[in-house]
T-cell receptor, first 115, second 110 residues
Framework: EAGVAQSPRYKIIEKRQSVAFWCNPI?????LYWYQQILGQGPKLLIQ????????DSQLPKDRFSAERLKGVDSTLKIQPAKLEDSAVYLC?????????????FGSGTRLTVV | SQQGEEDPQALSIQEGENATMNCSYK?????LQWYRQNSGRGLVHLIL?????REKHSGRLRVTLDTSKKSSSLLITASRAADTASYFC??????????FGKGTTLSVSS
C-alpha cells in the first residue's frame, strides 16, 4: 500500500511571499488532516477534512492560511503571505475512520523555512 | 492547542537499559496513541490503547493507561541505538482529530 505523499520536501521563501503544499492521501481514506509542527513541539492540527468537506478548521489562521480538498482526494494547503513564525514542518495525514481515531498514516512532511 | 504533556522532555540512556516516558492529558478520551519521530522524518504509529484498557504490549513496548489520573506511560525495554527519536503521545475523542503532546526526546548511546 502506498503511503501518504507530500511535496515538496523542502521550501525556503522570503516573508510576505506565498507558498503551497500538496498532499495525496492513501487511496480510500476519507479523512485528511494537516498539522503544523514547529521545531521542538508536537504537531498541531490545522484542518480536518471528511471527503471534500471541512470538519474542523478552528486552529487554521484563516487570514493567511487556506486549504482545499477537491474531489475528496488530494489536498493543497496555502500560506499567503508567509510570516517568519510560519517556519515549521507541515504534516499531512489520512485515516479511513474518523470516528475511532484509528489508522492514521502520516506523510514525511514539508519543511518550510521563511527568511 | 496541545492536549498532552510528556515527561521527561529529554531522556538519555545506555543501550540495553529501559526507557520510561509519561504522558498526562486533560479531557476524556476515546483512545491514546504513541508515535515515534526520527529527526526530520514523519510520524510512525507505535501503539494504541483504548480508554477501557489498562495495559498493552507490542514487542519491546509496554503502554499503561490510567484514566482516573488522565495519564499514560510508555516503556521501551532493552533500548537500542535505533530507538533514538522523539516520542509523542496523542489522544482522540470520538470523531475528533488526534491531539499531540510536546514529546520526549530519547537518546540511546552505545
Amino acid at each position: 500500500e502506498a503511503g501518504v505523499a507530500q511535496s515538496p520536501r523542502y521550501k525556503i521563501i522570503e516573508k510576505r511571499q506565498s507558498v503551497a503544499f500538496w498532499c495525496n492521501p492513501i487511496s480510500g481514506h476519507a479523512t485528511l488532516y494537516w498539522y503544523q509542527q514547529i521545531l521542538g513541539q508536537g504537531p498541531k492540527l490545522l484542518i480536518q477534512f471528511q471527503n471534500n468537506g471541512v470538519v474542523d478548521d478552528s486552529q487554521l489562521p484563516k487570514d493567511r492560511f487556506s486549504a482545499e480538498r477537491l474531489k475528496g482526494v488530494d489536498s493543497t494547503l496555502k500560506i499567503q503571505p508567509a510570516k517568519l513564525e510560519d517556519s515549521a514542518v507541515y504534516l499531512c495525514a489520512s485515516s479511513p475512520d474518523p470516528g475511532t481515531g484509528n489508522g492514521y498514516t502520516f506523510g514525511s512532511g514539508t519543511r518550510l523555512t521563511v527568511v | 492547542s496541545q492536549q498532552g504533556e510528556e515527561d521527561p522532555q529529554a531522556l538519555s540512556i545506555q543501550e540495553g537499559e529501559n526507557a520510561t516516558m509519561n504522558c498526562s492529558y486533560k479531557t476524556s478520551i476515546n483512545n491514546l496513541q504513541w508515535y515515534r519521530q526520527n529527526s526530520g522524518r514523519g510520524l510512525v504509529h507505535l501503539i494504541l490503547i483504548r480508554s477501557n484498557e489498562r495495559e498493552k504490549h507490542s514487542g519491546r513496548l509496554r503502554v499503561t493507561l490510567d484514566t482516573s489520573k488522565k495519564s499514560s506511560s510508555l516503556l521501551i525495554t532493552a533500548s537500542r541505538a535505533a530507538d533514538t527519536a522523539s516520542y509523542f503521545c496523542a489522544t482522540t475523542e470520538l470523531g475528533t482529530a488526534l491531539i499531540f503532546g510536546k514529546g520526549t526526546t530519547l537518546s540511546v548511546s552505545s
